[in-house]
């Protein structure tokens, strides 16, 4: 197989260098209005084209590759007095997998339990590419199904607006379900 960056020889989706050289997480912070911090991996610019697959066949392998960089990695090292959930945003299946649920499951440690299907987007609208008005016009509709007062972190793949995580944090705050913080792959922020 080849390395998706160089093209070289390689045993998985990206050599060893290109991982080291290219894809290096750089935690950058970011305070959404409602006062949620979002930690993210990357600059969107720095993996678009490779955001771009989840919906393809090669987006689970890429995906999977990405999450083993960046959420794996933060799992080993993340410590919290008691047992925090991981809350992928809308783990719905699309192309046979829900990207979403892949990064949630590499957070699976001692530390935090992923949890799946418990918040979900009843409106599907795409928001990519979409602006904050229609993002604000078209809200989620989350529906949460799980237990309430326990601690969670919310994981997408990509902040844009903040409009989908500020959304689920209102929604999970209202199921008395505290939100310690927001992971996604790629801040999408300029």
Not at 29 to 51: A, N, P, T
Not at 105 to 127: G, Q
Not at 128 to 153: A, Q, W
């Amino acid at each position: 197989m080849k390395c998706l960056i160089c093209n070289r020889f390689s045993l998985s989706l990206f050599c060893l260098t290109c991982q080291e050289e290219h894809l290096k997480p750089t935690v950058t912070k970011r305070i959404l209005s409602d006062g949620l911090e979002v930690f993210s991996f990357y600059k969107y610019s720095e993996i678009q084209d490779f955001i771009k697959t989840k919906h393809t066949y090669h987006g689970q392998k890429i995906y999977k590759a990405l999450a083993k960089n960046s959420f794996c990695n933060f799992a080993k090292d993340f410590f919290y007095e008691k047992k925090v959930y991981a809350l992928p945003v809308d783990d719905k299946l699309t192309s046979n997998y829900s990207h979403t649920a892949i990064l949630a499951h590499a957070l699976n440690s001692k530390n935090i339990k992923p949890l799946f299907k418990k918040l979900r987007a009843k409106n599907t609208v795409s928001y990519s590419t979409k602006t904050l008005e229609f993002r604000l016009k078209n809200p989620r509709d989350f529906d949460y199904t799980f237990k309430k007062n326990i601690d969670v972190i919310l994981v997408d793949d990509i902040v844009t607006t903040g409009t989908t995580l500020s959304e689920a944090k209102a929604l999970l705050q209202n199921h008395d379900v505290n939100v310690l913080f927001a992971l996604t792959l790629a801040d999408a922020r300029q």
